[in-house]
């Protein structure tokens, strides 16, 4: 006997016992042709019983193809394996000319053959299934199941597999018969069947990444087993919120060299007007935190270092985030993060509203990620205490990179101040209504939303009535002549014309009088108007403005300190005197 057969020797079966038991292998012993030989009946002794029993002997013919290599393998995978749904093998017999295989003859049952293969055909793998294992049995597991036996079912020999390959088949399924419920979910919704024989297995194949929904998810897990899900942009099912346009036109596959890499075949959606998205997550890590990122490019990469804030609301939170170019991956492609959050189940779901877009962004999907642990980035002294205040995460490699994000501007405060550098380094800070608003104790602020402003909650409408503001800024450059403005919406004067607003400083006697009149542009919509100017020492400076009752109703983003951008002809430059609080809680006067 072959040394590959060592251990199964007590299952060999003499050739002579089998030819005594078949007559010889007589014509009217075959009860069934096979794909590689006939199969006889007849009554033997053998391991399993004490005495004689009737058995069904399957004879191979080598002409059909099957080896010593094929038979031994056989032979080594049948005898492993006792279930009532399987035949099992009693034993064998190898000689020069002959392979032998002899099975129960008891456990042939007869199978209606049209129905089953009629029911798989037309996918109703419930109908050849028993009905009390229904619920336990893995979906994937089924389909391995019954494509296997589907294939046995064939006409033509070579078009049915050999019985290692359907013994194979059926352990790969009985291992994923045991998978932990919610991997056996993943394995169902997998778009391609997920072959594993364990759970480590299975688990390798899921940190590649795996498609599923139809082709709607990317799952995959990270070192750390926890799960990353990518939900395509076209399952979130984007609605346009004012406009209503068939859906298909904005959605697309990219075109030219733009490849999809976190999103593979999938088509993106074009986002510039106002729309609605929800997102489901199915397969998330119980009780540990996570980010949801945006991912997106420009539609034309020279709008990559335009200023142009993304603003959406969730879960009714308003919120902005500020694109910086440093954010690009090398593929072109942007990873915005949107919310954080700490998932209680594997499930999670969420609507957006995206606000109206100036330069048009190519939406690729929405990715749950597990977060990170805070990165560390380069200290610069001259700018570190500004870093540790911001609201959005920074990212940059070297003191360049966090100039250019400080030129574009970053959020501090939670979102309710604003700094940026001008194009001389020179400090800019803005305050916004929401948070230098002192409250009235007769009416309740009213903000509106506004894709210009640099805030998420909007612009303060003052209805006409008196408002007082106190701010506070520690972020001025020093020995410079600074202006304090009053930041407006640019549109509203143009529909109401122009006015005068009277305000007062605490601690004045006097009112002054700024003409609406000399309005200058901040962005394409916001303007300001001086209030007045001052010289900076580089400390904390404290405001506080009171703004008269007024004929029109402004619509206010905040007070914005920033550095004189020309100094006037002296014939036009007013003398003012104002009174600041400073940080030592002293009033102090200057003349400019």
Known sequence: MASSMEGFEHLEIQLEEIKLATNNFNEENVIGHGGFGKVYKGELSHSHTEGKSMVALKR?????????????????????????????????????????LVYDKGQLKVIHVPMWKESYEEKKLDRIILEDIKQQMNLRSLETFSGIAYQCLKRLRKERPTMSLVVEKLEIALQMQVLPKEYIEIANAAVDPLLCRSLEEFKKLLSKGVLLNGGKTW????????????????????????????????????????????FPGGRCYYYDDAFKARVRGEYLTPHISYTLNLIFRYRYESNVNEYNPLRYEVDRESKVFIIYPSYMREDGWFIAPLYHFTTQHTTADLQFHFEYRQFTLVVAGIEFQPSEEKVELPVFEEYQHIVDGVSQS???????????????????????????LNEKGQHCHMISMEDCLIPSEDSTPQYVSNRYSRFPAG????????????????????SIIYTVNLVCDFSV?????????????????????????????VDDWLCRVELFQFTSDGSIVELEITFDYHGFNLEV??????????????????????????????????NN
């Open 394 to 420: 920074l990212f940059y490699t070297s003191l360049q990179e966090l100039k250019q994000i400080l030129s574009k501007g970053i959020h501090l405060k939670d979102y309710k101040t604003w700094f940026s």
């Open 60 to 100: 191979l013919d080598r002409k059909h193809g099957q080896g010593d290599a094929e038979f031994h393998k056989e032979v080594r995978m049948l005898s492993r394996y006792r279930h009532e749904n399987i035949i099992s093998l009693l034993g064998f017999s190898h000689g020069r000319d002959e392979m032998i």
């Open 493 to 521: 004067y143009h529909e109401q014309g122009y006015g005068k607003l009277k305000y007062k400083l605490r601690g004045e006697t006097t009112t002054s009088t700024v003409n609406l009149a000399n309005l200058r542009k």
């Open 219 to 262: 799952l995959s897990v990270n070192e750390k087993g926890e799960h990353i899900e990518r939900i395509y942009i076209e399952a979130c099912n984007p609605q346009l919120t004012y406009f209503s346009i068939n859906q298909e036109e904005l959605l697309r596959h990219p075109t030219g060299d733009i490849v999809n890499s976190r």
């Open 459 to 478: 612009l303060y409408q003052t209805n006409y009535e008196e408002f007082t503001t106190h701010v506070k800024t520690q972020f001025l450059s020093p």
């Open 557 to 590: 983003e905040g007070i914005l300190f920033q550095p004189l951008e020309k100094v006037e002809d002296n014939t036009e430059k007013r003398t003012m005197k104002k009174y600041i609080y400073s940080s030592i809680g002293k009033w102090f006067r200057f």
